[in-house]
């Protein structure tokens, strides 16, 4: 309605060419000195006309920014957002999508889709260049590239890739090729792409591997943006977040600190709280007993009512409950012999064995029961590899495989969860493992696993990512191994079901082989560390944390190789 409109300031023919370009946000602000006359149809027409729209009944949604007005217009059906700052038009906000496109697009470029306003003037820019657009509007486009950094998106885009575990060949793959797991981390380094003032995200490390966690790790740490995280890795909010909201009874509560300074925090206030309700119940009880004493003596009922109103007033403090909903245990295994497995000069890999991949060659190890162990290695140097091969599941290329007398594996890996039977019950699962033993038992068993009542019968289809992974472990616990084999079990799970997977394998006496980008859990149960890369793998004399400095020193040295590379590059071009 242009009798209710604003006031705005007359946009000349020289304002519109230079300012007014299709795009969602911009950096020129105009200097304009006073108002002067109502932004009209007529000055509408030309930002269409300098935009390359000439039907001024098409809607267009187009953002100018000037200097000490906000408001909103509308004119000829079409919006024009007028912003004194970013608060208005210039805000993004960034979050993981939950699906990934059957795209023909390599990986790099989907990365790089993540930028949308990169995206948007890059279409500006061929649109104006096969339009023989001005050539002052064109240079206003080539600065706005350079200013929101178009000319180095694309290694910034490799860069992010390569932090989350995509080498130089995978970028270059179309994203149809690409599983799962790895669709979730493209996602990832799409949302990461954007220059985003606000991040969104939620359980960020489920699909990635160690290497991967330390790199995002970092990359949040210096992200300069708001950044709003969900995750169950109490080591990845220790090193990124500076504030805990702590969803309870209903309410949102905000501690100052990471994850440890709020573990402590909130050791400390449940204290208080238990300390409080005890004392009020001591009042209580003290109150009920004056009544229960004197409500039917003449000279002590006013006294007595006086008591039965200060109860009913008071504000009662709730007892503090820190329980876990998880109890179990592995069963204890049967047989526990000295020499579980052995590979002998073992090679591993995938195809026949005249030819496919090697990913392992010369593997001697033996496992005794009672090793706990935890596999180190960057994505793809083979720790799911050799898991599998422990397991069985995947046969050797070469060398030897020896089982001791007596071994009983227990194997997790995400296809285990992903094969359970969508239609049938935890009951049901439970009863395929043993026919003889009775319901209550399977009951009890998988109440420790937060299995309860009704919920046990229930088909599992419904059920979350964390619910079917408790129900594997529950399987797989009930079956007494004496080796564990564990690919990531922790993913999916929330904080208090990994601390409780945790404590059960630190009681748990047999062999425990696990790979896991939570180091809460590799720290807690493991004594020995093994590094799986460049095709061996062998014992790690380091911790987590001289881990953590090889993946550092690492990154660099890839970093200077490819700044060489670059130099060398452009060096041979100039020639």
Known sequence: DSANASPFPSLTDEFVQRYAVPGPRYTSYPTVPEWTEDFGADDYARVLETAGRADTTSPLSLYVHLPFCRELCTYCGCNVVVAKDRSVADRYIAHVAQETPQSSRTALDYAMDGDTELRQVEASLAEAESNDSPGEMLAELHGHYDHIGGYSAKSRAAALL?????????????????????????????????????????????????????????????????????????????????????????????????????????????????????????????????????????????QAQSRVKTLERMELIAAAHVDSPFEFAFREPVAKPRQLLHLKEATLGYGDKEGGRDILHGVEWRLFYGDKIGLLGPNGAGKSTLVKSLAGTLALKAGGRYEGQGLKIGYFAQHHVEQLRGSESALWHMKQLDSTTREQEFRNFLGGFDFRGDRVTEAIAPFSGGEKARLALALIGWQKPNLLLLDEPTNHLDIEMREAVAEALQDFDGTLVVVAHDRHLLKATTDTLWLVADGTCKPYDGDLD??????????????????????????????
Not at 205 to 218: C, G, I, P, R, S
Not at 546 to 575: C, F, I, P
């Open 162 to 302: 390569s932090g989350l575990g995509f080498n130089v060949e995978q970028q270059d793959k179309p994203v149809a090729e690409f599983s799962g797991g790895w669709r979730m981390r493209l996602n990832l380094a799409q949302a990461l792409m954007c220059r985003s003032d606000l991040l969104l995200l939620d359980e960020p490390t489920n699909h990635l591997d160690l290497d991967a966690v330390m790199w995002l790790e970092d990359w949040l740490a210096s992200y300069p943006g708001t950044l709003l995280l969900i995750t169950h890795d109490r080591d990845f909010l220790d090193a990124v977040v500076k504030t805990v909201v702590h969803v309870d009874n209903k309410k949102l509560n905000e501690y100052t600190g990471n994850y440890s300074a709020f573990e402590r925090a909130r050791a400390e206030q449940l204290s208080l709280q238990q300390s409080a309700y005890a004392k009020q119940q001591k009042q209580i009880a003290h109150l009920h007993s004056f009544i229960d004493r004197f409500k039917a003596k003449a000279t002590k009922a006013k």
């Open 546 to 575: 001289d881990y953590r400095e090889l993946v550092v020193q690492q990154r660099r040295r890839e970093r200077e190789g490819a700044k060489a590379e670059n130099r060398k590059q452009k060096t041979e071009n100039k020639k």
